[in-house]
């Protein structure tokens, strides 16, 4: 199971379970986001937390396919 795979299934059950608190999918992904920024910069470090958001910010288009490579 790749990183991605285990992550979409933590995604999935996050937001059945906030379903089931009648919580809406925006607001479950913002806390999980939020989360997510604040256990990465204590694992990996401000400066690289920074440069993970600002590459996706700048890809938030969608140009780049990255479901191909993140299915690998």
């Known amino acids: 199971m ?3 795979s285990i992550a979409k299934q933590c995604i999935a059950d996050a937001l059945a379970a906030a379903s089931e608190e009648n919580i809406n999918d925006s607001d479950a ?7 997510a920024i604040a256990q990465i910069t204590n694992t990996a470090g401000a400066k690289r937390t920074a440069e993970i ?3 996706e910010l700048r890809n938030i ?3 780049l396919d990255k479901d191909f490579l993140r299915a690998r």
């Open 29 to 35: 992904l913002e806390a999980l986001i939020i989360s």
């Open 53 to 55: 958001i600002d590459y």
């Open 2 to 4: 790749s990183k991605y």
């Open 61 to 63: 288009s969608g140009a």
